[in-house]
DNA sequence: GTCTATAAGAAGATAGAC
DNA sequence: GTCTATCTTCTTATAGAC
């Protein structure tokens, strides 16, 4: 990888981690330059504003799931030891689920309050989820619309384990609901 | 209600909308002061400061909730009849629920994040909602722990479905969601 | 209680040297 | 590509008149 092309990278992990932490809006431009460890200027040069960035987080964001589910794919032949598998992620992701939400759901929540262009964003992230899923459920042998409604609880109801959890802060709660979702799979 | 009395209570309840439609930190000192129409010096002899309007604005949601959760104590007997008086409240919500999430649940995710007093302030909120539904539960002649996971699944249901709705942008899905919850009930 | 005015700092964005 | 320095606007908080 290049010089500026690592850069670029590291100020887009840097932000990606901070608006999961602490939420894009509390998260200043300063911060984004003490994470990374470089100027002001030079994140200027490769981001021309905070949106910019933003939307460079959101794109990390979207190959990296990418990379998760086709990875998964190849993996496991089975349909059914994707959604297991699916389902034991979000129990190894429990202190941080807890401790923050979920990253796409906490700046989903936030950002799609009153802005169109975000909440598109969001949607782009959540249909590699969702499409992904009701996939899964169609190899299962669901209908279209069968696998397409599993799959919206399956994600849904992951998301409110989220804000459960996060909100009390309660991983043994977390892991107690999630072991719930195991039942939509059989 | 004395004038100073009702100029709070505009105050929060001004803020208690604007944290809800844009989120607490998209909103500004002075966004507020422009909703409720009064000067800024008139809202900081009130309010010393942002914080000190956010613990009122939780103060009213938990005494607004306390009051609709009695209300439905005295004018349903039956628990059933109470818990689906619940779930007919959420879908009498669905339009503002889609649009901007549960007001709730959103506030929670994005104050919840890193800091611990805010992170209580929603546990108090949540723990009314959370507790009344596991008495229900308890009326219908589940055990305590039944009952408290049963409360646990149907709320975090129906925080779920809110994050989905919204970053989708659609009531037919929320509708389609909450009713399902219905069968929790049965 | 309500107002205007202002201070002090932080925010995001820009200019130009190296 | 990376830096320092600066600018403008926004944000919060305060002071003091009425």
Redesign the pocket.
């Known amino acids: 990888m290049?010089?500026?092309?690592?850069?670029?990278t590291n100020i887009v992990k840097a932000a990606n981690k901070l608006f999961y932490h602490q939420g894009f809006?509390k998260?200043?431009?300063?911060?984004?330059v003490k994470e990374v460890?470089?100027?002001?200027?030079?994140?200027?040069?490769?981001?021309?504003?905070?949106?910019?960035?933003l939307q460079a987080v959101f794109q990390r964001r979207i190959t990296k799931t990418m990379n998760i589910l086709a990875a998964w794919d190849e993996q496991y032949p089975d349909a059914k030891d994707r959604l297991n598998c699916f389902i034991e992620s979000l129990k190894e992701g429990k202190s941080d689920l807890t401790k923050y939400g979920c990253p796409n759901g906490t700046l989903a929540s936030e950002l799609g309050k009153n802005n169109a262009l975000t909440r598109e964003l969001s949607q782009g992230l959540f249909d590699l989820i969702r499409h992904w899923l009701e996939q899964q459920f169609i190899n299962l042998g669901f209908s279209s619309e069968q696998a397409n409604d599993k799959a919206l609880e399956l994600f849904s109801r992951g998301q409110g384990i989220c804000v459960l959890a996060q909100v009390y802060n309660d991983e043994t709660l977390f892991i107690t609901e999630i072991n719930k979702l195991k039942q939509l799979v059989k």
Chains 1, 2 share one sequence.
Do not use: M
């Open positions: 290049k010089q500026g092309e690592q850069t670029r809006h998260t200043a431009f300063s911060d984004i460890g470089l100027s002001k200027g030079n994140i200027t040069y490769h981001f021309k504003s905070k949106d910019d960035i």
